[in-house]
């Protein structure tokens, strides 16, 4: 009997862990980093890597909810170049800087919601979709900006280099965003249905969901939060580049599958996994800059660590069933 | 063959075992014997334990103790390789097969046989596959893709790949359960077949009329214990169920008439094109309509049109007189209709999500304040249907698949419930759940009609629309071919509507 209660104990230490795992990895990862190296706990340092996931964070929020509708988006590099370079002919055009921010984010969102009408109207694949626009409006942003920066004439640099207290405005932005979608999946009839549809698309379906019409509205959102990260570099650059963003789908998907979200079912994955997800890269390039490893092997070990990550998420989901 | 001095020949014994899992007894004390070349059941309700049994004997899991002997001999510790060398082999519901391969190769999948060169030698897969075939008279050709197969025959597929394995002990887990009369009939000739060449079969059903027809003895074990084996033959049916349930179920289907209101909905010529045609009836609050025909008859899909997942094409939809248009299942819900439907797993639950999830996806407008889910709201929503519906689960918060299928069922119906309709469609509720949940099941159907519903259940088990309905639709080639009231309702007449062979009930 003694026996049993020991067991149901340290059954509850495993699943607590096993349910924080991607909590657990990123405290280890700084537990070893600030053993390496003392810079790594140092107020800037932690604020330079906040500021530094800023950019992918805000993607792979919406990458996430993607993933967890079934889905995926591999356009959201070239979204983020394209609406950060339509925010910057704005400004070059007059348009007062914020505004100009804005309908370059809206126009993210717009460019999402086309996406999201082409899979689920048509029922196309989003792998396919989305690589497709992913070339096209990488084409349209060298077409349009003839492959030349254009500046953002100083009128925004606030909202990427800018400070409220000590803290990076960036970090700010992330975490608002990271606050209202965590509010949205977890609190929201959308969410729910963002889950359900992930979750059995048939069920959900004849649960009286509006299958299309929310998935139609979560690549919308994929594209918005896109371009919010694009702006938010531009503006620290004070100039929106051509190639901007380039590769970015890669890591948003990483931190969203490292955040526990899963590529082979919908339904599974939470917002604070996906940013404790992006902060476990962030850490991760951070501490292999400190510890001065060679650019090149920074990105084998990212690839060994996407490896690592979904393997632990396998061997653990296995524990549970057994 | 061995099989003449069964008396003491049991080709496999299980002694005394227990299986604990954290927190859990799943099995105490559980023995099972088995007589070389007969057809044993192994029967109890979900959660039984039989499948912790079966996962035993095939190795998958490990007795925290007690013995295992195959052929007289004890078996140490009994992996899937041990049970493999010993021959035994479970075909599990969900089929293993790769659909777009042929049958042939299906039976070789993973031992291929290569010619000189190291090609795969088709002809000789498909003459080797042709003989197994042949040795126990199934008729299936080799060369055929499990694609174009039916799910009977894609099951006897399975059979085969066991089959050329030279495995002695098969088990099967419900394969009856997504079969139609007639392809029953034919596995049945398959299992007589395999019992004459010297195999032995567990099997397990939750159809306990087909005990008669094919088994020779039974073990039920209840709640993870032993409860009795027996002879089929000296035991009815009652004395089964009444051992597995562990009380007498006279009253299986608990029926009352319920005081019989207004009308809740009425068809008025309604077809969808080649799926159902000019079908027009209607139906009373306090009432259970039962859908009867053929597989294919066109009633899940007379249901989905209703429910507003598909569209009729043509003709008028009433609810409490007023004429309707319903064009999705969201309009469905808002004029009160539900459909549950009749594949779980497939479009019933989310897997993956908790209880509660699954409960209130329907209705989440209930749980809001200001547009925002207070979770407060949800539990005490999701508690009452729990009680209410005797749902057995720890924690309203585990993942749904967690739960029995019985179970699975209720937190469906619970789903459908929270949306307060006035017509509830059931599609085969009680598939593949145990003869307890059934007996809740239909309980909880006259709980709904007493409280003023109206009912439409669609099964494939005609005893039970009898027992539990106040009059029988029949459907046949998608047409409304016949309707009887509870009194007049005979399973030869039903039955005989559903194959279209009865004119004189064709208008309704």
């Known amino acids: 009997m003694s026996d049993m209660v020991r067991m149901n104990k340290s059954e509850k230490i495993v699943n607590t862990v096993i349910k924080y795992k991607s909590a657990f990895i990123l405290l280890l990862l700084c537990v070893c980093v600030s053993l390496l190296t003392p810079q790594f706990l140092s107020w800037t340092n932690i604020m330079n890597i906040a500021r530094q996931t800023t950019t992918n964070g805000i993607i792979a929020i919406g990458m996430a909810c993607v993933i967890i509708i079934g889905g995926i988006d591999l356009s959201v590099g070239s979204v983020l170049a394209f609406s950060t370079l339509i925010t910057g002919l704005l400004i070059t055009n007059g348009v007062p800087g914020f505004w100009a921010g804005i309908l370059g984010v809206l126009f993210g969102g717009v460019i999402g919601i086309i996406s999201g009408l082409l899979i689920a109207e048509l029922d196309l694949p989003p792998f396919i979709v989305t690589l497709a626009s992913m070339s096209i409006f990488r084409g349209f942003t060298m077409l349009v900006s003839g492959g030349m920066p254009v500046s953002l004439q100083n009128e925004i640099s606030f909202f990427g280099a800018g400070y409220i207290g000590s803290v990076p405005f960036p970090v700010i932005i992330l975490m608002v965003v990271f606050l209202i979608m965590w509010f949205v999946m977890n609190r929201t009839k959308f969410g729910r249905h963002i889950y359900a549809i992930g979750g059995n698309e048939q069920t959900a379906s004849l649960s009286g969901i509006n299958v299309k019409r929310d998935k139609i509205l979560v690549y919308g959102i994929s594209g918005l939060l896109a371009a919010l990260s694009g702006i938010i570099i531009a503006a620290r650059l004070n100039s929106a580049q051509p190639d901007a963003g380039n590769g970015y789908e890669m890591d948003a998907i990483a931190a969203a599958v490292i955040g526990g979200c899963s590529m082979s079912q919908g339904g599974i994955g939470t917002m604070g996994g996906v940013i404790i997800g992006s ?18 092997w920074q990105t084998s070990v990212k690839g060994f660590v996407i490896l690592i990550a979904i393997i632990i998420d396998r061997m653990t989901t296995r524990v549970k069933k057994a | 063959m061995s099989s003449s001095h069964a008396m003491e020949d049991y080709i496999l014994e299980v002694k005394d075992i227990r299986k604990e899992f954290p927190g859990v007894v799943a099995l105490k004390n559980v023995n099972l014997k088995v007589k070389r070349g007969s057809v044993h059941a192994l029967l109890g309700e979900n959660g039984a334990g039989k499948s912790t049994l079966i996962k035993i004997i095939s190795g998958v899991y490990t007795q925290t103790s007690g013995h295992i002997f195959v052929n007289g001999n004890e078996v140490d510790k009994m992996t899937p390789k041990t049970a493999m060398k010993l021959k035994i082999a479970v075909i599990h519901q969900e089929l293993n097969l790769v659909p777009q391969m042929s049958v042939a190769e299906n039976v070789f999948v993973g031992r291929e046989i290569t010619t000189p060169v190291g090609t795969v ?32 025959n894609q099951q006897i597929v399975e059979i085969a790949k066991i089959l050329s394995l030279d495995t002695d002990i098969i088990i099967m887990d419900e394969p009856t359960d997504v079969l139609t009369d007639n392809e029953t009939e034919q596995l049945f000739g398959i299992v007589q077949n395999l019992k004459k060449n010297g195999k032995t079969i567990i099997y397990i059903t939750h159809r306990l009329g087909e005990l008669e027809q094919i088994c020779d003895e039974f073990t039920i074990l209840r709640d993870g214990e032993y409860i009795e084996t027996g002879a089929i033959r000296e035991h009815t049916i009652n004395d089964i169920v009444a051992l597995m349930v562990g009380r007498d179920l006279k009253d299986q289907f608990p029926y009352t008439k319920a005081k019989v209101g207004e009308e809740a909905l009425r068809l008025e010529d309604c077809s969808r094109k080649g799926v159902v045609e000019h079908i027009s009836f209607s139906l009373k609050k306090g009432e259970a309509v039962g859908l009867a025909g053929l597989v294919g008859a066109g009633r899940s899909e007379l ?20 004429p309707v248009v319903i064009d999705s299942v969201r309009k469905a819900i808002n004029n009160g209709i539900y459909y549950t439907t009749e594949n779980r797993k497939e479009d019933g639950i989310f897997q993956n999500a908790s209880v509660n999830f699954n409960m ?28 209410k519906l005797l749902i057995k689960t720890a924690d309203m918060g585990v993942e749904i698949k967690n739960l029995s299928g019985g179970n699975q069922q209720k937190v469906i119906f619970a789903r459908a419930l929270l949306t307060h309709p006035k017509i509830i469609i059931l599609d085969e509720p009680t598939r593949g759940i145990d003869v307890g949940a059934k007996a809740e099941i239909y309980r909880i159907i006259s709980d709904l009609k007493a409280s003023g519903n109206a009912v439409i259940v669609i099964s494939s088990e005609l005893p039970e629309l009898m027992g539990i309905c106040d009059r029988i639709l029949v459907m046949h080639e998608g047409k409304l071919n016949g309707e009887f009231a509870k009194e007049e309702a005979a399973e030869s007449k039903i039955m005989q509507c559903a194959f279209g062979v009865m004119e004189e009930e064709s208008d309704v």
């Open chain 1, 279 to 296: 902060f476990i890269i962030g850490v991760l390039n951070n501490a292999m800059n400190l510890l001065n490893v060679s650019p090149f």
């Open chain 2, 121 to 152: 030698d088709f002809k000789e897969m498909e003459r080797r596959t042709g003989e197994i075939l042949k040795q126990f008279k199934i008729e299936l050709d080799p060369k055929a893709k499990v694609n174009d197969l039916s799910i009977a």
């Open chain 2, 303 to 322: 249901a989905r049109c209703i429910f507003g997942a598909d569209k009729f094409d043509q003709g008028k939809v009433y609810i409490e007189g007023k």
């Open chain 2, 360 to 387: 209130t996806i329907s209705s989440l407008n209930d749980i809001l304040t200001k547009n925002v889910i207070v979770k407060r709201k949800e539990n005490s929503l999701t508690h009452d249907m729990k009680e």
